[in-house]
């Protein structure tokens, strides 16, 4: 299994931005699918983008859709979650999922490797 790491949350205002990684180490990311998800406190884990082993196909939750975006550098064998025009309730610990094969889910079941999260806190 491939083993990922999240990088790049932070606290920061209504209106910001912010840019979380996931780097992949143990072996190659680009036959993997990787679907990014949130957990807010008290709440169930949530998908918010996918992509898919080759970047070419991205797919988002109605809550993030036009304001996040998702991409992969398979050079840095990092995928990337930039987050523009944070709200309040984007505040959540985020996770990178990995799963082997082209497609990226919004299931969180089918994947088999996570990240230990990063905190996102976004203030008013």
């Known amino acids: 299994q491939v083993e990922l790491v999240e990088s790049g949350g932070g606290l920061v205002q209504a209106g910001d931005s912010l840019r979380l990684s996931c780097a992949a180490s143990?072996?190659?990311?680009?036959?993997?699918?990787v679907g990014w998800f949130r957990q807010a406190p008290g709440k169930g884990r949530e998908f918010v983008a996918g992509?898919?082993?080759?970047?070419?196909?991205?797919g988002y939750a109605d809550s993030v859709r036009g304001r996040f975006t998702t991409s992969r550098d398979s050079a840095k064998n990092t995928v990337y979650l930039q987050m523009n025009g944070l709200k309040p309730e984007d505040t959540a610990v985020y996770y990178c999922?990995?799963?082997?094969?082209?497609?990226?889910?919004?299931?969180?079941?089918?994947?088999?490797?996570w990240g230990q999260g990063t905190q996102v806190t976004v203030s008013s």
């Open positions: 999922a990995a799963r082997y094969g082209s497609t990226w889910s919004s299931l969180n079941y089918v994947y088999n490797s």
């Open positions: 143990g072996r190659a990311f680009s036959p993997y699918g």
């Open positions: 992509i898919s082993a080759g970047g070419d196909m991205t």
